[in-house]
C-alpha cells in the first residue's frame, strides 16, 4: 500500500522533470527516484525504512509517467544535494523512465544493472533498460572549450586530463568516469605511468601515443571512439587498457 498526493492522482498528463545526479544511498538519482516528489514526507520516511529500492519501484508502478524531461546540465559526481558538480550540457527527454534512468546511469559511469530500483522497474513492467535496442536521437552542436570545474574533487580528477579543445560533453563525462575508476583504485596507476588521458578537437589528425577518448582523438594509438562517449563506456575501456599496458 502507498500514499500517494491526491492532486497527483488526478492528472490526465504527468511531466517528470528530474535533474541527473549521482545519490550516496541508491547511487543514482533522476527520473524514478524523482516521484519521491508526489507523495508525502511521511511516506518518504517510510519508503526510507524500506530500503528504497524496492518502494521507489512500487511508486512508479501506481504513478504513470507520461513524459519525461531530464536536466542533465550540471549534475553531480557523488552526492544528490551537490558539492561536486560537473558540467554536463544535456537535456534528455523520453517516454520511459527505466530508460531514460538505464540511459542516464551509462552517462555518469554507473552500470544501470547495479541500481536495484531501475532492475525492480523494469521487472514490475514500468519500462525496459535495453539501452542498446532503444532508438536515440541526439541534437544540437557542442561548443569546444575548456569547461568551468566548479568542484574541487573535479579539479583533482582533471590532473589526469590532457584536454584541449574539449566540449563540456565529452569532459563532464571524462570526468564521472574518473570518478568511478578512482572509487576503484585504478586512479593511482595512471599516475604511476604519467598517463592522462587525451580529450578534445585539439587533437584531430595528430598520431601519438597514449590513451585518448572521443572521436576527436582517433589518432591516439588506444582511442575509445564516441561523440561523446558514455561514461560507463569510458570507465571500461580505461580499465582494460591500464591491463593491456601492464600498469599495476
Do not use: W
Not at 498528463?13 to 508526489?38: D, E, F, R, S
Not at 558540467?87 to 555518469?108: F, H, Q, S, T, W
Amino acid at each position: 500500500k502507498l500514499t500517494i498526493c491526491k492532486s497527483v492522482l488526478d492528472l490526465d498528463y504527468l511531466i517528470n522533470v528530474p535533474v541527473l545526479k549521482a545519490h550516496c544511498q541508491t547511487k543514482l538519482t533522476c527520473a524514478l527516484k524523482n516521484l519521491k516528489g508526489c507523495i508525502p514526507d511521511s511516506e518518504k520516511r517510510r519508503f526510507h525504512s524500506q530500503g528504497l529500492h524496492r518502494p521507489i519501484a512500487a511508486l512508479n508502478v501506481a504513478i504513470k509517467t507520461d513524459l519525461v524531461v531530464v536536466d542533465g546540465m550540471c549534475g553531480d559526481l557523488t552526492f544528490e544535494e551537490g558539492g561536486n558538480p560537473v558540467p554536463m550540457n544535456r537535456i534528455m527527454v523520453g517516454y520511459d523512465p527505466v530508460l531514460i534512468d538505464a540511459y542516464g546511469a551509462e552517462l555518469i559511469g554507473l552500470n544501470p544493472h547495479s541500481i536495484k530500483y531501475i532492475t525492480l522497474a523494469e521487472e514490475y513492467g514500468v519500462g525496459s533498460t535495453d539501452v542498446d535496442k532503444a532508438e536515440i536521437i541526439e541534437l544540437g552542436h557542442r561548443q569546444a572549450g575548456q569547461p568551468i570545474l566548479a568542484s574541487p574533487l573535479a579539479h583533482r580528477l582533471s590532473s589526469y586530463i590532457d584536454a584541449r579543445s574539449a566540449c563540456s560533453v565529452c569532459y563532464g563525462s571524462l570526468i564521472h568516469a574518473l570518478a568511478r575508476l578512482q572509487d576503484e583504485g585504478l586512479l593511482k596507476a595512471l599516475s604511476k605511468k604519467n598517463l592522462k588521458i587525451k580529450i578534445g578537437q585539439g587533437f584531430r589528425n595528430k598520431k601519438e601515443e597514449g590513451i585518448g577518448v572521443g572521436n576527436c582523438t582517433a589518432g591516439i594509438r588506444h582511442n575509445l571512439p564516441g561523440c561523446p562517449p558514455k561514461a560507463k563506456d569510458i570507465v571500461e575501456y580505461i580499465r582494460n587498457e591500464l591491463c593491456k599496458i601492464n600498469i599495476n
